[in-house]
């Protein structure tokens, strides 16, 4: 069975850092290109970040760039979300999204075919 199971989320204080990971089960990571998404209460779904197959390419939205970092481990066939110096607006539910592609650079709005059920963020003081 194909699955894609984040974790990781949590309820933190501004300023302080979480990490999410995507771990994959019933295929392997290594040919996909992984998306981290969320979705904050009453507002649609937004890119945050991508990475390609082979990690060379990395893209991040416009306000996490500086704070977040993306990163795989296809040993363990997982992909990370490093998330530094958190923010109120950082809330949402996180997901991740793989894509079968050997593409060079990743498309973080493109078509993924894989979602998992995603891992809640939530940062208050």
């Known amino acids: 069975q194909v699955q894609l199971v984040e974790s990781g989320g949590g309820l933190v204080q501004p300023g302080v850092s979480l990490r999410l990971s995507c771990a994959a089960s019933g295929f392997t990571l290594d040919y996909h290109a992984i998306g981290w998404f969320r979705q904050a209460p009453g507002k649609e779904r937004e890119g945050v970040s991508c990475i390609s197959s082979s990690g060379s390419g990395t893209d991040y939205t416009d306000s996490v760039k500086g704070r977040f970092t993306i990163s795989r481990d296809n040993v363990k066939n997982t992909v990370y979300l490093q998330m530094n110096s958190l923010k109120p607006e950082d809330t949402g539910l996180y997901y991740c999204?793989?894509?079968?592609?050997?593409?060079?650079?990743?498309?973080?709005?493109?078509?993924?075919?894989?979602w998992g059920q995603g891992t809640q963020v939530a940062v208050s003081s």
């Open positions: 999204a793989a894509v079968w592609s050997l593409r060079a650079l990743c498309v973080m709005n493109g078509r993924y075919d894989y």
